[in-house]
């Protein structure tokens, strides 16, 4: 199982702390794989891209209208948090629903 997210968020380290088994990639520092983005992004569609952050209120007009994928690979923090990859399964955030999956 992999997590992808932030060091700095508190979502993805109470995530990583319920998984202690999961391996962490901050998008920061490593960014996300091509192949995994294009299959999270399959699997999840808009989903992945989170249009509230400060990443996203930053951009302006122009830059909002490139593909979300790409827009994700420019600046990896417009991901939303966590993405947990399972067994080729995705899950996207920490919600409930999420966490009785995975724990």
Known sequence: MILYGLKSCDTCRKALKSMPDAQFRDVREDGVPQGVLESAYAALGDALLNTRSTTWRALNEAERVDTP???????????????????????????????????
Request: net charge positive; aromatic share 8%; hydrophobic share 50%.
């Open 69 to 103: 994928l790409s827009l994700i690979a420019k600046h990896p923090t417009l991901m939303k948090r966590p993405l947990i990859e399972k067994d080729g399964e995705f899950f996207l955030g920490w919600s409930k629903d999420v966490q009785a999956a995975l724990v």
